[in-house]
Structures are given as C-alpha cells and as structure tokens.
C-alpha cells in the first residue's frame, strides 16, 4: 500500500462539532414544536442536512420546505460557531504536520454544505494544510453512497486505491470503502452509536494515524 492522499471528514473529525450542531438543532425543533429522538440523531451523522430535513418534514408533516430549513441551520450554524468554543480534534496538528512532513497530500470530504465548510477552515485556520474540499451539496448521493469520495479522488487526481479516509459516522466508514478507499475509523466519544465496524483500523486520537501511515507507506 502507498496512500498518496488523506481524506478528511469534517464534523467529528477535524473537530468535535456533533454537539455543537445537536445544539443548533435542537433549539431549530424546539421552535418548530417537535421532538426528535436519539435513534433519529444518530442515523443522520455523517448525511447531508437535505436527508435530515426531508426525513423529518416528513416524519413530522412541517410546513417549511427543505431548502428553507436546510437554509435556516446552515446559517444558524456559520453565525454560532465564531462563539461556539469547539476547537480542533486532539491530534490533529500533529497529524497535519506529519503529512506535510511525508508530502501526503489532505483534502476534506465532508456532507455538510460548502459555506459551513469554508466557515470551519477559517475557524480552525486549515486553508494551508488542505488542498481543498468536497461538500454534500456537489453529489446527487450522500454517505453512504460512495459519491463524494470518489468525486474528491477525482478532483485532486488520486486513484481511490491510493486514498485514506477518517471517518467517524457509520455512513462514512460504509462510504469510504464502497468507494475502494482505506477507512479509518475515528472514536470520537461523542458521536455515540456509530458502527464503525467495517474500517480497516480504528484509532481514539488522530496522532496515532501518524504510526499507521508510516507502516502502511514504509516511511
């Protein structure tokens, strides 16, 4: 093996932000009068906001159409995350220094819209160290649909085979390696129920993926 490229997931990866957006959601239900459960929050980890709106307007019969609700967390989410407190995951500086180090390319793969995107590259100040990004709104098929992989892959011009991929959803894992793609899993504790069972390794701190590229690469 000789991964010339690693794609990183956004939320729950590059940083701790599931609950960050369950709060941002949440105050969305409360002002739309429901009350959505944890199984519900779980299946949406990893999938676009557009799936998480048109399951619910429909579970829950909401007069808003889903480009308004899509809208309605997106800025919600962009205008609170200046204040929110989330930083970057534990390990990761480490990590993009390493692949710097190892000229091993990184780009974000990431189901959330491109404006909240770029919104947490500023955050985090990423622009540097990731080529650039591929977000939910450029596929017809989210996670876990392989689309956004391969579509990544493409656009930096990597074969898929020659691509790593941290995840930290089921619907990620599952994506990564219908796209033929090398998954690693992140255990993040707070994306809680995740199955990350299909990756080929699963890691608690994104520094120890330093140590399996090294042995993956033979560096």
């Not at 919600?76 to 930083?87: N, T």
């Not at 129920?193 to 701190?205: E, F, I, R, Y």
Request: hydrophobic content about 45%; some cysteine; glycine content about 6%.
């Amino acid at each position: 093996m000789n991964f010339s490229l690693v794609l990183f997931d956004m939320d729950g990866v590059l940083l701790d932000s599931e609950p960050f957006h369950d709060k941002v959601n949440e105050d969305i239900y409360k002002a739309l009068g429901i009350v959505v459960d944890k199984a519900d929050v779980n299946e949406f980890i990893g999938r676009t906001s557009n799936h998480r709106w048109t399951c619910l307007k429909e579970k829950f019969h909401l007069a808003r159409t889903v480009d308004e609700l899509n809208d309605w967390q997106w800025k919600a989410l962009i205008e609170e995350l200046p204040d929110s407190g989330v930083v970057a995951s534990v390990g990761l500086d480490m990590l993009l220094v390493f692949l710097k180090q190892n000229n091993i390319r990184a780009s974000i793969a990431s189901s959330s819209r491109n404006t909240f995107v770029e919104a947490v590259m500023d955050h985090l100040g990423l622009h540097e160290a990731m080529e650039g990004c591929t977000c939910g709104d450029e596929v017809a098929n989210c996670k876990p649909a392989p689309d956004i992989f391969l579509l990544a892959a493409q656009k930096m011009g990597v074969d898929p085979a020659q691509c790593l991929v941290i995840e930290d959803s089921a619907a990620g894992v599952s994506a990564a390696k219908a796209a033929g793609m090398y998954a690693v899993g992140y255990d993040n504790p707070t994306s809680e129920g995740q199955d990350l069972s299909l990756a080929d390794v699963t890691v608690k701190n994104l520094s120890d993926i330093c140590g399996i590229l090294s042995t993956l690469n033979h560096l």
